[in-house]
């Protein structure tokens, strides 16, 4: 049905009538808000209706995708109960097989993280398998992850059946209503124009799939998602084959099996794919699909049938092709335009919207009503996103990797290889003379370690174990224990605040005081009115009206984002210096010395101590010599214009040699920072941390006014912390720590690793672990206890301590 008529206003406008726009519209209307949905065409028209409609909760590594999975599933089981419209759910269960040991290794891990979230995962061997899907071929299966709870939907009755929930709580919604602009004003959201009228509006919700993006650009805001074919496959009817049993997936043949219509649907995700309609997405495509490419596709095709030998023997009814779209680092886009304040995005899925849908319409709907979001979204969140990653051949080039990834092992040091040299430090060649191995980092290609002068770095085979350079990042690290080491950090974002009201702003925002003495560095945490963590970077103040802020390459959007949203009335203006000066990291116990044999300014510990910020000169160059470390020794981090940046590179390197100096890449930032318990804001604390968890309340000044005060205050009211991050070493030094290992106390399941890494010096793999007892947080709590963290399902030795393990005393950073 086409509407002929719009209601005049809404508080809230959904554009877009798939899974995630009738989400995010019947969670809103259960929250009370007034909210209208308006769908160009029909519900479910664009990508929705033809997805596969597997409902999975696991795979993930990431809570915040788990437990929207969990919750994604749980409404579909309830959803007829409320609307009277079935969703099509049912649990017949679904197994992951793994017929490689590196497979093997990351289902394992993978297994063990999702059952400290409640999924109940069990390991099943190949005569289980084949038990529970008959028609597969097992004889070169390891092993199995099945969960019974799993299964499958159907996409087209869960959206309609959400719509008629949305509506039942007083949600409208139109038809046949294409949305032709979003209205701003100054900077801000207060309509939407269709073809047949104006809806005035506070908020609006971009969920217009792969027309987000085109939508976005015309409000000049970024949603670089890129439509790509996707196909699965159709076989005729297979005696004996039931539409009981359970999903079947296996990754290293491309495929995913289940019963459809009494025979065999077939998906496919493979290596290589082939993106569609780079330049733009026709706006009447509804319902439609792609010619399949049966020669480019036959061989992921062959190696899919493989796996279920029938499937190969019996007639075809149908190939589909049809569109879905992809994102660069395969995450979906959701949250608050940094460009346009109220306008929200919830896009590029990457083939998970069904299974996610609910849960990610939950939080989105949250959000908007309370201000802020309830679940870590520091990895999905819109503003990590960079406007030249919209740019055409950019999207062409990047989805053709990103939608295959969905099937590769995920190798703990595995990084994108296409749109590579997008952004480049004014160090990268003589980096590249270096023998570095380069890594995409927000964009910027990163040296993570190297092979030596005049070398070729080559990273061997991808693996869970010890890599093939792990020897060259050990001696990288030693060499900024005992040595010195240069560092390219030119990726970290770097903003100049400036005017007579910049001081004001930023200790508004700040929950250290940053506003003191000039020519001091302070680190300091940026919060929300919750009192939860929005940003974890450095402000130092050069002078009373200029300050230079410093966060990391993930932050970059958000940073600058938070402060521009609370300058208001002040007079204060922010600058984006990140292009304009390049970052060298000078580090370790001989710094000083190196250093000083290259300025005439003071550099002893009582003219220049720590925390002390001062313009020096190397050679022709002047920089901003700050003495501040991220790996825990004495150091400073030098910023140079990018015009004089190799100048001040080469007089280093050239005066390096009689102090041992050595390159060092981001392997050993990691690994030298965990052993010294630094944070990593998006890695180890996140969005729902508050600064007391994240065990930073020495960092908090409560001298001053900032946002999220009172809430620090109300927890700490509250006494001692039953939540917070703590340091966990393995005293076993063979096994590895990555991400997501669930960490045990005394037999219990207490948290798990948010990132870690090898603590050379330590000697065994370091991480940072949110935990979580049910009694008080201490270092008594945590030496009275014998720790363990389960490894691929090894239960590994291990130590927890609220202090840092290296140098608790700081003595070395202050030397």
């Not at 289902?107 to 190949?126: H, K, L, M, T």
């Not at 940026?526 to 300050?547: Q, S």
């Amino acid at each position: 049905m086409v509407e002929t008529a719009v209601p005049q206003r809404a508080r809230v406008v959904v554009i877009g009538g798939g899974v995630i726009g009738t989400s995010v519209a019947y969670h809103l209307a259960h929250l009370g808000e007034d909210v209208l949905l308006l769908e160009r065409d029909r519900l479910t028209s664009g990508t929705t209706w033809h997805a596969a409609g597997l409902m999975v909760t696991f795979g993930s590594t990431s809570e915040t995708s788990t437990e929207m999975r969990k919750y994604t599933r749980d409404l579909y089981s309830r959803l007829e109960a409320e609307t009277g419209l079935a969703t099509g759910f049912s649990p017949v269960g679904f197994i992951e097989v793994a017929a490689d040991e590196d497979r093997l290794e990351e289902y394992r891990r993978v297994s063990a993280f999702n059952r400290w979230c409640g999924v109940d995962v069990q390991e099943i061997s190949p005569r289980e398998i084949g038990e529970l899907f008959p028609l597969a071929r097992t004889d070169d299966l390891l092993a199995g992850f099945y969960v019974a709870e799993d299964g499958r939907a159907n996409p087209v009755d869960v959206t309609m059946s959400m719509a008629r929930g949305a509506r039942m709580a007083g949600a409208r919604i139109a038809e046949g209503v294409p949305v032709l602009d979003v209205l701003t004003e100054r900077g801000a959201v207060t309509g939407v124009r269709t073809a047949i009228g104006d809806v005035e509006c506070e908020v609006v919700v971009n969920c217009a799939g792969m027309w987000a993006r085109q939508l976005a650009e015309r409000n000049g805001v970024t949603v670089p998602l890129q439509a790509a074919e996707h196909y699965y496959l159709l076989t005729e009817e297979i005696p004996g084959i039931s539409r009981d049993w359970p999903v079947l997936e296996d990754p290293g043949s491309f495929g995913y099996f289940r019963e459809e219509g009494g025979g065999l649907l077939l998906g496919l995700f493979e290596a290589v794919c082939a993106p569609w309609q780079v330049g733009r997405v026709p706006d009447d495509f509804s319902f439609g699909e792609l010619p399949p490419d049966w020669d480019r596709m036959g061989p992921y095709l062959e190696k899919a049938m493989s796996r279920i030998p029938i499937s190969s023997e019996i007639g075809i009814t149908k190939f589909f092709c049809g569109p879905e779209s992809f994102t660069p680092d395969l995450q979906p886009v959701v949250g608050e335009a940094p460009e346009v304040r109220n306008y929200f995005v919830a896009a590029g899925l990457n083939s998970i919207g069904i299974l996610t849908g609910g849960g990610l319409g939950r939080a989105l709907a949250h959000w908007i009503v309370d201000g802020r979001p309830d679940i870590d979204i520091t990895g999905i969140n819109i503003d990590r996103l960079h406007r030249y990653q919209a740019n055409p051949e950019y999207r062409a080039t990047r989805t053709v990797e990103s939608l295959g990834m969905v099937y590769q092992c995920h190798y703990p040091t595995r990084s994108m290889q296409t749109a590579r040299g997008a952004k480049t430090s004014a160090f990268h060649d003589r980096l590249v003379a270096q023998g570095a191995y380069f890594r995409d980092v927000s964009g910027w290609e990163g040296a993570d370690w190297y092979a030596g002068e005049g070398q070729v770095a080559d990273p061997g085979p991808l693996t869970w174990g010890r890599p093939a350079w792990f020897d060259r990042w050990a001696a990288e690290h030693r060499a900024a224990r005992e040595d010195v080491i240069a560092m390219d950090m030119s990726f970290m974002s770097k903003f100049l605040v400036q005017g007579r009201d910049a001081g004001r702003l930023l200790e508004r925002l700040s929950a250290n005081h940053v506003d003191g003495e000039p020519g001091v560095i302070t680190y300091t945490q940026w919060l929300n009115e919750g009192g939860t963590l929005e940003a974890d970077l450095t402000v130092t103040k050069l002078d009373d009206e200029r300050f230079w802020v410093v966060a990391s390459d993930t932050a970059h959007r958000h940073v600058e984002t938070w402060m521009r949203r609370h300058t208001g009335d002040l007079h204060a203006a922010v600058t984006d210096m990140t292009s304009g000066f390049a970052q060298l990291n000078i580090q370790g116990p001989r710094s000083r010395e190196l250093l000083q044999s290259l300025t005439s300014v003071d550099l002893s510990n009582e003219a220049f101590p720590f925390r002390t910020a001062r313009s020096i000169d190397v050679g022709f160059a002047r920089a901003l010599c700050v003495r501040i470390t991220y790996l825990g020794e004495l150091g400073y981090e030098l910023y140079v214009p990018t015009e004089q940046a190799t100048h001040l590179y080469d007089r280093i390197v050239a005066a390096g040699p009689a102090y041992d100096l050595r390159h060092a890449g981001l392997k050993s930032l990691a690994s030298l920072r965990m052993e010294k318990g630094y944070r990593d804001y998006g890695h180890d604390i996140d969005n729902t941390d508050s600064v007391l968890e994240a065990g930073l309340g020495f960092a908090v000044s409560y001298d001053h006014e900032f946002i999220g005060r009172a809430a620090v205050e109300a927890k700490r009211a509250e006494g001692p912390l039953t939540r917070k991050l703590v340091q966990v070493l393995l005293t076993d030094p063979e096994p590895l720590l990555f991400h997501a290992e669930p960490v045990l106390r005394d037999g219990k399941p207490v948290g798990y690793v948010r990132a870690a890494s090898y603590g050379h010096t330590l000697g065994g793999a370091v991480a940072l672990a949110m935990v979580e007892g049910g009694e008080p947080v201490t270092g008594a709590w945590c030496d009275a206890a014998e720790w363990q963290v389960e490894v691929a399902g090894r239960m590994v030795p291990a130590r927890a301590s609220l202090r840092p393990l290296y140098d608790p005393s700081n003595l070395k950073i202050k030397a």
